[in-house]
């Protein structure tokens, strides 16, 4: 179904434009008559060679295409002022239809839905069409609330289809580089604060599976940022939009092609051992997430000293991940939401004595401490932010169209996947980051690992060895 919206402001201005542009033209037809005709009619002398009539006749054809375009001009003006009137109409026909349906279906209004209703129409209707000042303003309201919208829109269309989605990818790619430095950092700590043998070994394979997810998010952000800005630059949509969906090591291996069928395979083959190595490091993370729970923690340094698997342990560290404040014994707002993902201070420094995190590395610079802070505080609150307007922009588009329900595994398989995008969303809180430990991380894993599973079936099948690479030319 098409949908069409009539501005009355905007035809009235057409109308008016209109009118004013036949008018003027009208005006320069009657100059050219009354000053530039007449003059070279009452010319003196003879006119031999014909110059003079020539003259009069341009001037004549001239003023005749003014004439007809003037009522063009008038004629179109006419047609639109009709079209305002017959739409005006036809709104008055819907409006007394609507008000006739709901009157015999909605019943009366209550007290304050009439309240309400009669100061709306006081104050937005009838007083704001009183008089020509109250018309001034409202209409000036009116127009800076479309104005905002207006650009609100194309900030949106400019992320969402536009160069900005290129720009977005470059950014993310900066962030998300960022926050992977930022939990080697992390994981530094949980082996400084680590006061038993289980805690020091858990903490130094989590550094290596850390320090290895960084590298593998660096080298998949380089390739990210390399090809969109590629992507900023190429005129060719199409291939703006092939360049811009490449979002990392085995993305760009599936779509570049390497000359031969080969190395083609080999590409894929070292595609699929990236995806495996970050999928492994994801699967040490979840584990060292549940093995943490269990941790029995000092309250005076901060540092592990051994493993109780007790309900009471496990509940007081999951308790502790979701945003229970132990000092006033309940959950607060405040630590319920944190920073917005952000690394606190005291997240950095978990041993205020001196011997923890970075400030084992900077405690004599305090300069560089602030800098530091600053630079992966405020890039987390921005790339949060920015990412959780996203999630919510893709989930809303997904029940905007409607979810796949044609099988049953579909259907599972679609909510699930929003369930996941709403979670993603809200866990840069610190409350739904916690519930997303346990569970939105591990079924992510567990959903790369089929996912790797069926792409490392289909790269040493035999005859897809002979097909060469997919993309074929993103080179």
């Known amino acids: 179904m098409s949908k069409v919206t009539i501005r009355y402001g905007d035809l009235d201005t ?41 003259a009069i006749s341009n001037v004549d054809k001239k003023t005749k295409k003014l004439d007809s375009l003037s009522g063009s001009f008038q004629s179109f003006s006419n047609g639109v002022s009709g079209l305002a009137s017959d739409a005006m109409k036809a709104d008055e026909r819907v409006a007394n239809g609507i008000k006739s349906a709901a009157s015999s279906y909605v019943g009366e209004r209550n007290w304050f839905e009439s309240a309400c209703d009669a100061v709306y129409n006081f104050l937005f209707v009838d007083f704001a069409n009183s008089n020509c000042v109250t018309r001034f303003l409202a209409n000036g309201v009116k127009e800076a609330w479309n104005w905002a919208g207006g650009v609100a829109s194309n900030v949106y269309d400019w992320f969402k289809h536009g160069d900005g989605k290129y720009v977005w990818n470059i950014v993310s790619a900066v962030g998300t580089t960022i926050a992977a430095i930022a939990g080697v950092i992390t994981a530094a700590a949980a082996i400084v604060t680590a006061g038993c043998t289980l805690a020091v070994v858990l903490a130094v394979v989590g550094l290596v599976a850390a320090v290895v997810g960084t590298v593998i ?18 005129d060719n949509p199409g291939i703006s939009r092939y360049m811009g969906d490449i979002g990392g090591v085995s993305d760009a291996v599936k779509k570049y092609d390497m000359g031969n069928a080969e190395e083609n395979m080999n590409w894929k083959t070292a595609g699929v051992a990236v995806d495996t190595t970050e999928v492994v490091c994801d699967v040490i993370g979840i584990v060292a997430n549940v093995a943490n729970l269990g941790a029995v923690k000092s309250d005076m340094t901060g540092r592990t000293t051994g493993f109780r698997f007790n309900k009471e342990t496990i509940m ?9 404040d132990f000092d006033e014994n309940k959950f607060t707002l405040k630590k319920m939401i944190g920073d917005f993902g952000s690394n606190t201070t005291k997240d950095w420094y978990p041993n205020q004595n001196g011997y923890g995190g970075l400030r084992w590395f900077t405690n004599r610079y305090t300069n560089t ?14 790339s949060n932010t920015m990412s959780t307007m996203e999630k919510a922009d893709k989930v809303y588009s997904k029940l905007k169209s409607g979810l796949d329900f044609s099988t049953p595994q579909t259907g599972i398989a679609e909510v699930s996947s929003t369930i996941v995008d709403v979670y993603s969303g809200l866990g840069k809180f610190n409350l739904f980051k916690g519930i997303n430990k346990f569970t939105v991380k591990p079924y992510k894993a567990l959903t790369d690992i089929f996912e790797l599973h069926k792409t490392a079936k289909k790269t040493i099948t035999p005859a897809n060895a002979d097909a060469g690479g997919e993309g074929g030319g993103g080179g």
Request: proline letters at 1%; a positive charge.
């Open 316 to 324: 007081r560290n999951f308790r502790s991940s979701l945003g229970f």
């Open 217 to 234: 998010t660096t080298a998949n952000s380089a390739v990210k940022i390399y090809n969109n800005v590629k992507a900023l630059r190429e």
């Open 14 to 54: 057409v109308v008016s434009n209109g009118n004013k542009l036949s008018r003027g033209l009208d005006s320069y037809s009657g100059d050219l008559r009354s000053k530039v005709r007449s003059a070279l009619a009452n010319l003196p002398g003879s006119d031999d060679r014909g110059l003079i009539s020539s």
């Open 369 to 382: 401490q602030n800098f530091i802070n600053t630079v992966f505080t405020g890039n987390e609150i921005i």
